[in-house]
């Protein structure tokens, strides 16, 4: 309910908002309609499982999500997963991984991983929705086409069954989808049908002549399931037993997963089209409160979907009424209007999920990363392609996102350098100290970068491969925003082993983060306390009094230093008392 109070808030209830609100909901329902049907048959489930998917889903997403205008229910992205779980779990194992889905992005939500999910990288989710649109596209070939069933549990199976039967395509069922097919891409062009979605124009049209003309052979809802029961579903709890939940988590966790990352790429495409921030959180435990829901009214998994949210704010929704407009729609059309849906041919569905695929594969943005890219990231793209294709989208999704881990901190590690600073970089400090050359024996290195185990190696590289050791080597950290127990474990061994070779190690300009972690780990404490500042000059001055006059002096000077700071400030204590 807080997308709605916020709403309210905003004065999105107002006189004059409510009306475009309403009819975008309308025209979203109406979109929605073939949609969830044919995502529906598309995953193994019936076709108002879709429906009702859309219904209960849609509705709990709009109430309880952290978008306004976010639109929720099946969508195509799902059917890879979902079509694999429906054939080897059967619709309750479907139902089952849903609700438990539903349950792991509520955690999500709760524990604050909105945020997180955002870092996927571009070529992990455009390799695995391209690869996605690619199952869906060849899936929808037997109906498309006509053709008899095929067997095989693998994409390349699948494949190579369906090219064996093309010589056996239905030329009747071929037709109708073709008419369909040319429907949902040109209609917009037809004169009084430019503001029609094009999936409507093309099911409504291949069912008025199928209903007339009765094609021999054409599959229709009415021939694959009997049509579709005119009224809403009842509540039914599936059968949850431990062995189930146990089978179960690995298809759950996908489906949670992918849910994730479709809602929160399709709210964040919603902020850039209203200028209005979404709570990633708090979608979150609105898709998960859904997909519990939904699966206990005869539905199974949902999320945000993109296009359909967009259709929303392009036809003036603005708060989560139109959302639930479009869910009160599609709840009428059911209770009306299923009789009607008898006659509705399987081809005119599968050309709408030709469109469907062909626009979530992104080909354009997907050629365009594999022409322009930096190598690593298109080996990343394909790599993730090719996996989801002929894999497992799990599979694909968790070696994209560690191959671009390591690709990250392969770039990050190369980013970080150690440096020898010379008198030319040294030039303005010398100067304030009176010198003009470092003292002999002195070397200066500096690291810039974040000091993680990444770039440990260049560290060590540059620090203990030295031809000619020198007396002492100050460390300087200014540039070092962070430091990892691997970098602070290689800063404490290396320090072990210059002091081996008799060179003695000076730190400064740590930041308090950094300081902090070297008190902690004990490297201010296995170096002399003077030989540690929070200034160069300091450090740099007390070098120069080392290699000039030797470690005694040094410490005289610094001992009498630190007396001189404490009569000073005991003075001014006096000072102040006796005024």
């Not at 002929?390 to 350098?417: C, H, K, P, S, W």
């Not at 200034?535 to 005289?556: N, P, Q, R, V, Y």
Request: charged share 15%; glycine share 10%.
């Amino acid at each position: 309910m807080i997308t709605i109070l916020e709403a309210k808030r905003a004065g999105q209830f107002g006189r004059g908002k409510l009306l475009p609100n309403i009819i975008a909901g309308v025209i979203v329902g109406v979109v929605a309609l073939p949609l969830a049907m044919a995502f529906a048959i598309a995953s193994g489930a019936r076709p108002e499982q879709g429906l009702y998917t859309a219904i209960i889903g849609g509705f709990m997403v709009s109430a309880l999500g952290g978008s306004r205008v976010q639109i929720a229910g099946p969508t195509g992205a799902f059917i890879a997963i979902l079509s694999g779980v429906t054939a080897r779990y059967g619709i309750d194992g479907l139902q089952i991984a849903t609700l438990m889905a539903g349950l792991m992005l509520v955690l999500m939500g709760m524990a604050k991983l909105g945020g997180v999910i955002k870092f996927i990288p571009a070529p992990v989710i455009v390799g695995f929705t391209t690869g996605i649109g690619v199952i869906i596209w060849v899936g929808q070939w037997r109906d498309f086409l006509g053709l008899p069933k095929i067997s095989g549990d693998h994409f390349h199976e699948k494949l190579w069954q369906l090219l064996l039967a093309l010589p056996h395509l239905h030329i009747a069922t071929t037709g109708v989808a073709l008419f369909s097919l040319l429907l949902v891409m040109f209609s917009s062009r037809i004169r009084g049908l430019q503001r029609v979605p094009g999936p409507l124009v093309a099911m409504v049209a291949a069912t008025f002549l199928q209903s007339i003309f009765h094609f021999k052979g054409v599959a229709t809802i009415g021939s694959a399931f009997d049509g579709i029961p005119q009224g809403l579903p009842n509540f039914s709890f599936p059968s949850v037993t431990p062995e189930r939940v146990i089978e179960l988590m690995g298809p759950a966790f996908t489906i949670a997963m992918l849910g994730a990352i479709e809602s929160l790429l399709s709210a964040v495409v919603a902020d850039g089209m209203t200028g209005v921030r979404h709570d990633s959180n708090q979608e979150l435990i609105g898709q998960g409160l859904a997909n519990i829901v939904a699966p206990l009214f005869g539905g199974f998994a949902a999320t945000g979907a993109i296009a359909r949210t967009a259709t929303n704010i392009r036809n003036g929704g603005t708060s989560p009424l139109a959302g639930i407009t479009h869910t009160l729609t599609l709840a009428l059309i059911v209770l009306f209007f299923a009789p009607m849906a008898a006659n509705i041919p399987l081809a005119s569905l599968a050309a709408i999920l030709f469109v469907v695929a062909y626009n979530m594969s992104e080909l354009k943005h997907f050629t365009h990363i594999v022409k322009r890219a930096p190598r690593a990231d298109v080996v990343i793209l394909l790599i993730t392609f090719l996996l989801t294709v002929f894999t497992d989208l799990v599979v694909a999704v968790n070696i994209g996102v560690i191959l671009a881990i390591l690709q990250f901190l392969r770039r990050m590690a190369a980013a970080v350098e150690v440096q020898q600073m010379g008198e030319e970089k040294l030039k303005r400090e010398l100067l304030d100290q009176g010198l003009t050359n470092l003292p002999a024996g002195v070397l200066v290195y500096e690291i810039d970068g974040p000091f993680f185990f990444g770039a440990v190696e260049n560290f060590e590289r540059a620090l203990l491969q030295t031809h000619t050791d020198p007396r002492i080597l100050i460390l300087r950290l200014r540039r070092v925003p962070f430091m990892d127990i691997t970098g602070l474990q290689t800063l404490d061994e290396v320090i072990g082993k210059l002091k081996k070779r008799h060179v003695r190690v000076m730190i400064c300009e740590a930041n308090h983060r950094v300081r902090a972690k070297l008190w902690k780990v004990g490297i201010l404490e296995f170096i002399k306390p003077e030989d540690y500042a929070d200034e160069f000059s300091t450090l740099l001055k007390h070098a120069s009094t080392i290699a000039l006059f030797g470690d005694s002096l040094s410490c005289h000077v610094h001992l009498s230093e630190h007396a001189a700071n404490v009569l000073k400030v005991s003075s001014r204590y006096l000072r102040s008392d006796r005024e």
